[in-house]
C-alpha cells in the first residue's frame, strides 16, 4: 500500500512494487514548499477526475496513476479496500494534486500537517 511520508524537505510517495506496475511510474518525490494543502476525502475514487495516462483504472475499484483534466495533473493511488482517504493540493510541482487511500485518512493528514507546520 502507497505511504506517504516526509524524508528531509520532501514529501514522498513511497510505492509498493505492485502500485509501480500499476502506474508505469516509480516513487514521487515533491518538494515540501510544494504543499498548499492535505484533507481527508471520504470516497478517494470519486475524487480522481481526468483521463488516465498512464496508469491503470477500473471504474469502482481502482485509480493508479496519472490522471489528467482541463491542465490539471493528479496522481492517483487508490483502491477499493480503502475507500477513504487523502488529497493534497500542490503549487509549483509537476503534479496538481494527489489523491492516495490510505487506512487510517485522519491519521495521515495530522502527521502531514504536524510535520509541515515545522
Avoid: W
Wanted: net charge negative; glycine share 10%.
Amino acid at each position: 500500500m502507497a505511504q506517504l511520508i516526509v524524508e528531509n524537505d520532501e514529501l514522498v510517495l513511497r510505492l509498493s512494487g505492485f502500485e509501480k506496475a500499476e502506474s508505469l511510474h516509480g516513487d514521487l518525490r515533491l518538494p515540501l514548499a510544494a504543499v498548499k494543502s492535505v484533507e481527508v476525502v471520504d470516497n478517494a475514487l470519486s475524487a480522481v477526475h481526468g483521463f488516465r495516462s498512464p496508469g491503470t483504472g477500473v471504474p469502482g475499484l481502482l485509480a493508479v496513476g496519472t490522471y489528467r483534466q482541463q491542465g490539471r495533473k493528479t496522481f492517483a493511488v487508490v483502491h477499493m479496500n480503502f475507500s477513504r482517504g487523502v488529497r493534497v493540493q500542490l503549487g509549483g510541482a509537476d503534479y496538481d494534486e494527489l489523491i492516495v487511500s490510505c487506512a487510517d485518512p485522519e491519521d495521515t493528514a495530522a502527521t502531514l500537517h504536524g510535520l509541515l507546520a515545522h
